[in-house]
């Protein structure tokens, strides 16, 4: 066998190696690439599909509304909003549909009513209880240091000591200078 063979085999096997380590990253997208969300014909009613669909939250998703969810459900629906506008129905009448199908829970922002109160007030009503706490802590907390400062009053045996201490103190600086 000739020498020189085995080198170019081995440069030939690195670049091919080199090769599908840069193209793998630049095809990487292509594997996840999805097919374009599906338009109306009428331009008109495609926006007021968007614009109502907005509105709505994904019964999937439930984070994101009707109209940036890609998923299935999603899809079907916002074709159903299509078809109910093309027949004429109002935003209401698509709400009211959409509501007696899937509950208050498809509206994006639900009424307030007895039954969505707390997720209304909830998150301030906890705030409050919170700040309400934090400012009792605070304030016992401070009034159990000052009993405590209070309580430490020294006993005359305990202030004699102290005096003496002090009283050293001050000769001992007075013959340092």
């Known amino acids: 066998?000739?020498?020189?063979?085995?080198?170019?085999?081995?440069?030939?096997?690195?670049?091919?190696?080199?090769?599908?380590?840069?193209?793998?990253?630049?095809?990487?997208?292509?594997?996840?690439?999805?097919?374009?969300?599906?338009?109306?014909?009428?331009?008109?009613?495609?926006?007021?599909?968007m614009r109502l669909a907005a509105t709505l939250r994904c019964l999937q998703c439930q984070n994101q509304t009707l109209a940036a969810s890609e998923a299935p459900l999603a899809v079907d629906l916002r074709q159903e909003i299509r078809e109910m506008l093309a027949k004429g129905e109002t935003d209401a009448q698509i709400r009211s549909y959409l509501v007696a199908r899937y509950g208050n829970f498809v509206l994006y922002r639900p009424p307030v009513q007895d039954d969505t109160i707390l997720l209304w007030f909830g998150p301030g009503l906890l705030l409050v209880g919170g700040l309400a706490a934090l400012y009792f802590t605070l304030k016992r907390r401070a009034t159990q240091s000052l009993a405590a400062a209070s309580d430490a009053t020294l006993s005359a045996e305990d202030a004699k000591r102290a005096q003496r201490l002090l009283q050293e103190g001050a000769g001992e600086e007075s013959h340092l200078s």
């Open 1 to 49: 066998m000739r020498p020189w063979i085995l080198p170019i085999a081995r440069r030939c096997a690195l670049g091919l190696a080199l090769a599908a380590t840069l193209a793998g990253p630049v095809m990487l997208p292509a594997a996840y690439a999805k097919e374009a969300p599906e338009l109306g014909n009428d331009p008109a009613i495609e926006h007021h599909m």
